[in-house]
């Protein structure tokens, strides 16, 4: 019995790890597109919404880091905030109410 909770401990440790990295990954991949500028508009717009939706989500937190799901809302607030700037920038807003 201690045997199999072990089991089901050390894989939800690895489904962490890996669920973690592959989510930290996306979030730098898009911070990077757009600081170098391969992001348009609809692009741009599109991350924005996601962020603006999960941003406080515990349950999306807990999905997308696992057992580190505190460490995504830093690193959602980053690209929030950055995303945000760029709506700004670009004067998006007025395109994303609608």
């Known amino acids: 019995m201690l045997l199999y909770l072990l089991l089901i401990f050390a894989a939800a440790i690895v489904l962490s790890v890996i669920t973690r990295s ?3 990954k996306q979030m730098k991949v898009d911070r990077n ?4 500028g391969n992001l348009n508009d609809r692009q741009v717009m599109n991350i924005y919404r996601k ?3 999960y ?3 515990q349950f999306y ?7 580190f799901y505190k460490q ?4 959602a607030a980053e690209n929030y905030s950055l ?3 760029e709506m700004h920038k670009r ?3 007025k395109t994303y109410l609608l």
């Open 61 to 67: 937190a807990m999905i997308a880091y696992g057992i």
């Open 51 to 53: 962020l603006e939706s």
């Open 55 to 57: 941003q406080d989500s």
């Open 91 to 93: 004067d998006l807003f």
């Open 22 to 24: 592959k989510n930290q």
């Open 72 to 75: 995504y809302f830093k690193d």
């Open 83 to 85: 995303f945000k700037d």
């Open 33 to 36: 597109n757009l600081q170098t």
